[in-house]
């Protein structure tokens, strides 16, 4: 698995990956902030810890499927339409006019980049999430 990270690890990669790693996990935490909040305190599962190593077990379930894809594996994935909607026009201009290279999406990188990106994410996502159970 590490070998095949790193065959289709590309510089350009880094981005989607924060990004994908940074609005997973900040809705990881929110949601299991909202459980913590919401369940009543008498309920085993409702100590930050459960929740954090419920969220772990998730994202090693996340992991072993983004794998799964890797390895050939395809899952039918329902995806709605997008609506492409112009962005205004900035009087002051944008910083992206100066910089030499396009910035790239996740969209913009192929099958094996996203998977790769996914891959990455979530299994960071997962070691953080079990760290959270132990140490908390």
Not at 49 to 54: E, H, K, R, T
Not at 80 to 106: C, M, N, Q, S, V
Not at 109 to 129: F, P
């Amino acid at each position: 698995m590490i070998r095949w990270f790193k065959a289709h690890w590309q510089p350009e990669m880094l981005r989607p990956l924060c990004y994908k790693f940074f609005t997973r996990g900040v809705l990881t935490l929110f949601v299991v902030q909202l459980l913590h909040f919401f369940l009543p305190a008498d309920w085993p599962l409702a100590r930050f810890s459960s929740l954090s190593l419920m969220a772990g077990a998730l994202f090693v379930l996340f992991t072993w499927v983004a794998w799964l894809r890797i390895t050939g594996l395809r899952i039918p994935q329902f995806r709605l339409p997008r609506i492409k909607r112009k962005d205004p026009p900035f009087l002051t201009g944008d910083i992206a006019d100066h910089l030499d290279e396009d910035i790239i999406t996740f969209d913009d990188l192929d099958e094996d980049g996203q998977n790769a990106c996914v891959l990455a994410a979530d299994a960071a996502l997962a070691v953080i999430c079990l760290l959270l159970s132990f140490v908390v």
